[in-house]
């Protein structure tokens, strides 16, 4: 637990009973709670304690601080996807007591009119999560434009994200630090990737590293705890693999710390067991690599390499001594993090290769999203504890909060919890 509270003090946030940020309160995918239910949905609606429409549609993942639940949408006015139109942009705020909205603010769009819309639904303008330190909450949409609202539904600053030669879409979600909110920009140009850290209060950049040789990327950095001292990794290398693939820097100035050759796109890094592992997503090898080193660590602190993977949207998740990694094709491959031995893989049935999964106190695994969920108790095999099915898939990863998973789909927002919570 030192390592959860370490993380939570340094990125400003509260108790890990909320979930403020893109896979909860460390990045990481964990949940202290451990009453979580195992079954939900299904003709009954089982556990469904309640269900709201959201205004428009993407792929964010709800996020959750007290008795708010906050998540980004767009919304064409013609009702379908518009390559010639940029859609409105919706920051959507919910009663978590029983699904009210509470209010819909609309952002005026940033300069980036997409005209690729394969990231699925919302074309890819509303991916990234938002993040909340209590006081504000933070977006990103693909338009390239960020913002801070308070918890009424005021703007308190915006801020267009320049210049933008991202590949496809903004994947990266903003990460807290502090009194700083920080963008990860790996774009589909080298020359232009950069680690930005914009000020909480006005949205102005506190620094900017940039990251020349840093080929694109769409996942979401993650804070670790080394020694004692905050680290901020990030994985990028245009989908395939390249020798400073992964890298860590200081997140108070955006110090570049180490780095290491390794693969990385569309998940973002795990971290356990005293490694950090990280692979493309789209079909590469897996690196794990011990974060206690400087400069190139290479030659001097790669443990071990797995693969190569199919595609893996979704980002990996390590609960205890093991790694688990989920394919887009359904398929969960469980290695050793001590020396990357395979024990287990399973196929699933899920409604989503790209929904990232969750861990709670008890080891139990969710991999869970609008469509058919799977849960499982971890282990050097699985053990599959429950099948579930809303109807209503999407790619957003659940939340959880207060005994709570949340859920996005395509259609609604979903709160799943036992009667009594």
Known sequence: M???????????????????????????????????????????????????????????????????????????????????????HHVLSYATADGKLLWDAKLDPGPWRREDFRSGPGGGYAGPTPATDGKLVFVAFGSSVMAAYDFEGKLVWRQEVRPFTFDVTIGSSPVLFGDTVILFCAMAKAADSRLVAFRKADGQPAWETKLPRTGFGHSTPVL??????????????????????????????????????GAGDASSPAFGAGLVYADSGRGSDGFAVDPGGEGDVTATHSRWKAGPLTESIASPLIVGEHLFRLQSSGNVKVWKMADGQQTDVQRFKLGSGWASPVADADGRIYFASGGKSVVVQAGATMKVLAENDLGDANHGSPAVSSGRLYIAGLKNVYSIGKASK
């Open 2 to 88: 030192r390592t959860l509270t370490t993380l939570l003090c340094a990125a400003g946030l509260a108790g890990a009973d909320e979930w403020p940020q893109f896979r909860g309160p460390t990045g990481l995918g964990y949940t202290t709670e451990k009453d979580l239910p195992l079954t939900w949905g299904g003709e009954k609606a089982e556990n469904v304690l309640w269900k709201a429409p959201l205004v428009g549609e993407g792929h964010a993942s709800p996020i959750v601080w007290k008795d708010r639940l906050f998540i980004s949408t767009v919304r064409w006015a013609g009702g379908k996807p518009d390559k010639d139109v940029i859609p409105e």
């Open 224 to 261: 670790i705890d080394v020694k004692g001292k905050p680290q901020m990794i990030v994985v990028a290398s245009g989908g395939s693999a390249s020798g400073e693939a992964i890298q860590s820097f200081d997140p108070a100035d955006g110090k570049r710390l180490w780095w290491c050759k």
